[in-house]
């Protein structure tokens, strides 16, 4: 059976020596945070997911969650004691303000949370997540009175969250959705309509769950600017707090699926349902927006969480499988065969995966960051410069972070040879549940778009001038440094690369809008590849200062073997992203 | 629900326009393979696929198969009946000789319906081809009693063959084997062991069930040089052929697998089993290899199949879905939104999968005809230089093919968006089951170790220089041809690539081994990307010879696809070849 261990050394290095947390410690949030402090915290949250959710992870899948003919749901066993523990800890409302039970602290250890809740059982974590997201979108856009209906509940984990988007019809094109909100008279609506793919949408691990719907006003203009969010509670709230009635929202199906099985995946009916509208009228977009990026950069850490536990497994099972012998002769001579880590192949395997996964860990943690700076900074162009960043970066992270961990899942599995596709084995699984993040929130083509469209361009380029100046500067302060040579000069010809993608893109993209489509995902890991390349300079330059241990030693050798090995791709993503439109738009639709 | 066609046009027009396989009429089997006969096979073929097999694969692995306390397996419902149709139609047989009742046509024909078949249900596919190979291993080292007793029934598809090699303790490593054989006096031996990942292992479809098992006679060599094949049927043949007594082998359990659930994956528990040797004493692992190397072709079909299939129902699906517009205004105003199709990054993933697809194609089957070739030729030079070429590309073949099938299957799922996660939907099965394609047969990293540590050297390197030679001669005689050189230059210069990388590990291998190593698998991704340069060069070649037509045009435009986006990743892969070990061998095994 596979095992976990949360990758605490690493974050508290990322922390500490690379982003140095401790000077933000004038922010609201931050001011506790010293070393031990998170160190604390982290330690018991790690302990919390290996011991508690992880031995949950495979016997969830196995069992999946079911469905009753009256549409109640029922998650695998041991879920419910779990989740208990889980809100009791206080999890759910980790970065929530302390007004409503929350403990206020950074976004950054929440994103460190979700690497280690979805590491140890992706399922388990998607019900709080969502919680979080939906708290997210409330603290924003929710009236005083619906932020003290709900918040407090939800901050304690009492009541659950979700998200209703997608319909059959609409997933992508929210313009298309078709669920209508007809107003009753006394500010609440009848909401009617079928969504699907909603994620957490029934279960029996909390008392109330706390739809946010996007829907349509009747006489709403038509696309996306007739979109409105409500807020629709599966019990409707008494005055005093307590519950009420019913509400006509119900599971009209669990969705059987490729993976995250514990999870519910439902199609929710309303017929009727009471909601409430939160924000303004044709606004919903916006305000669910808000979620979406909380949670595009959650999904980004559950890709990562994935990508690490399966090569924690692998790399357990290269050590201890024996099998042939190394190559430059026998290294364990009285055994049998020699463990197959011995063999370049493997180590490359591994590498690789450790390169992706420790400078994942080091952007996402850096861009989780930028949205505590947004959110609490007293000054506004550190909070302008911090959301430009968090605006770029989301994407990359979502995507690429997500993709890395599919294929270190896909190359973790390989390792076990015929083992790995072998139910009872495990490590299937982590391939099965890492396929989702590239999809939700936002399919990863999505992604892409989403950069090179909106971001690349918004306010003129000023995010992404922003970040090629920073890292220009920060190329140009280190590159006679000869200790950072390695890490350094490869990064100064990847960064060339993504400038001259980004100029091509400006001179092809505007009269072309099909150049930038036909580049977009190449564009998206191009600048993937660089960011993650100038993670690990930053992360060479603090090992460099920490000194002889063997933890900085093994992390200068893995940022030369990302500086050597994958960095070099982006002369590749360059090559197509100057190709253009011509060849991939060439074929008529009816050829394929 | 996903549906199948079978690409009989891309066969012929390999067949015919690019392989020419009427210039080998003067072999036997070769005599009647007029395109006009070749059409009528592959139709009926074709035909049989698509409307047989296919209806059959989501079903199949929703009930997989099922083993009963008494050690009996249920296939599918529907598997026996569509057995019973395709043995019956002779597809089993259909490259087997004609004295043991096949149809004695052409491997490069038969390795065409695997790709069919593969594509309409690849869990189906795996009881007749395993007996293909089988039959092939038979055929090469079986006495001719052992000829007489196993191979008309066989062929005949009224029994069905197996390849008993892993244990749980070996895989890779065969000379770790412990099943043991013990001369019963009358030429016959008792096998007793345990083998496990027994494909095919038990079923209800044939009456029979012949075992191909290695065991380890008392008393042999340690190691490799110590292992015999030895013949090993579920049922006893009496001397007239009836079926005798029920043999001791019997499936003692089967895995629960991440996919091709209708295929029964069985331990294989011999307790005493009655079994008779294949060729000659500790010799079995040059006899087995007989069955692998078939067996690794007919996998890379499979790879190449499930890549397939799966780009034909993402392409249907994109013209189908209405979601968003295209970046240059409305296509279809009248509707709610445009076919996806319409979006360049969409076409990008089409493009990228029809490239693949398309040019793994043209690879796999001139590396069938070799075998062919090598079987057929009254030509002792021929048949050496077909053997040559053979041995170099199978490696290749079953590694890239599979690759490639996977990825286009995630790519066609992504295309889904969520849709492709729900199991209904039905293509997240295509990804199940691709991904086995990359383990069995000689998991992929031991495809690359072939390839570098035993192909490129054997024989003082005569298979590779004869390729490069080859590769070079064309070159030369297409390179001034106007025509042609949109995709002749980029292969002139990966083809570069392919020698330097060469040459490095020539100079750079012999003495650091692990340098090897660690370049293996990016050398083999290097050599498949020239390799199916090369095809798509002779495809555009004989694409132009054509004339006009939309399937010529189409060809083309494929063809400038795959040498401006994707050929040019061989500069990365040389880059990495020659990085070397040193950063891939730098870290301690403990610190993973």
Tied chains: 1, 2.
């Excluded at 059976?1 to 931050?30: C, H, Q, R, W």
């Excluded at 209703?164 to 007809?182: M, Q, S």
């Excluded at 890490?487 to 092809?508: C, D, F, R």
């Amino acid at each position: 059976m596979p095992s976990y261990k949360a990758p605490v050394e690493d974050v508290m290095f990322l922390l500490n020596d690379v982003l140095d947390i401790n000077k933000y410690n004038n922010l609201p949030g931050f001011e506790d945070v010293s070393p031990e402090t998170v160190g604390a915290i982290l330690g018991e949250g790690a302990k919390m997911c290996e011991e508690l959710l992880q031995p949950l992870n495979a016997s969830g899948d196995r069992e999946g969650c079911i469905r009753s003919d009256d549409g109640t749901v029922t998650t695998p066993d041991g879920f419910k004691p779990a989740y208990q523990a889980y809100r009791e800890g206080g999890w759910v409302g980790l970065p929530a303000p302390a007004e409503y039970g929350g403990a206020g602290l950074p976004a950054v250890l929440n994103s460190v949370m979700q690497e280690f809740v979805s590491g140890a059982n992706l399922a388990f974590g998607m019900y709080p997540g969502l919680t979080q997201g939906a708290i997210a979108a409330l603290l924003e856009h929710g009236s005083d009175a619906q932020k003290q209906t709900y918040l407090p509940k939800m901050v304690a984990g009492e009541w659950t969250g979700t998200m209703n988007l997608t319909e059959p019809l609409c997933g992508t094109d929210l313009g298309l959705i078709r669920t209508k909100a007809v107003p009753v008279g006394d500010g609440s609506y009848k909401i009617s309509g079928t969504k699907i793919f909603i994620s957490a949408g029934e279960h029996d691990l909390a008392d109330n769950i706390v739809h946010l719907v996007l829907a349509r006003i009747e006489g709403a203009p038509a696309g996306t600017k007739g979109i409105s969010l409500f807020v629709c509670p599966k019990y409707l709230v008494n005055a005093d707090g307590s519950l009420g009635a019913r509400n006509k929202v119900s599971c009209g199906k669990i969705e059987e699926k490729m993976g995250i099985h514990a999870n519910s995946t439902c199609v929710m009916n309303y017929e009727e349902a009471i909601g409430y509208l939160v924000g303004t009228e044709n606004k919903g977009l916006a305000a669910m927006f808000v979620m979406m990026n909380e949670a595009r950069l959650a999904v980004g850490m559950q890709g990562l969480a994935l990508g690490e536990v399966a090569t924690q497994n692998a790399a357990a099972y290269a050590r201890d499988r024996l099998q042939g012998r190394a190559l430059t002769g026998a290294k364990e001579a009285d055994k049998a065969a020699d463990p197959i880590i011995v063999h370049p192949d493997v180590r490359r395997t591994l590498m690789t995966a450790r390169a992706l996964n420790e400078g994942g860990r080091a952007l996402a943690l850096a861009t989780a960051l930028q949205a505590d700076i947004h959110r609490r900074s007293p000054d506004a162009a550190a909070r302008q410069a911090a959301d430009d960043r968090l605006g770029l970066m989301t994407p990359i992270v979502k995507a690429i972070l997500t993709e890395n961990g599919l294929q270190n899942a896909i190359n973790s599995q390989q390792m076990f040879g015929g083992h790995g596709y072998i139910a009872e084995v495990g490590v299937e699984q982590f391939v099965r549940d890492a396929r989702i993040t590239l999809i939700y929130e936002g399919a990863n083509g999505i992604q892409a778009l989403d950069l090179v469209g909106r971001k690349l361009p918004r306010d003129g380029g000023r995010a992404m001038m922003s970040y090629l100046g920073e890292l220009n500067g920060f190329l140009k302060a280190h590159e006679a440094d000869e200790a950072l040579k390695p890490y350094i000069a490869p990064l100064k010809a990847s960064a060339g690369h993504l400038q001259q993608a980004t100029m091509w893109l400006m001179q092809n993209a505007l009269a072309k809008p099909d150049n930038a489509g036909a580049a977009s995902t190449d564009y998206l890991h191009l600048f993937g590849l660089v960011a993650l390349g100038y993670m690990w300079a930053q992360m060479a330059k603090a090992a460099l200062a920490k000194g002889e241990s063997d933890f900085a030693k093994n992390k200068l050798t893995t940022a030369k073997f990302f500086a050597d090995r994958l960095l070099p791709e982006t002369g590749l993503r360059l090559a197509r992203v100057t190709a253009g439109a011509g060849d991939v738009m060439a074929l008529p639709a009816e050829a394929f």
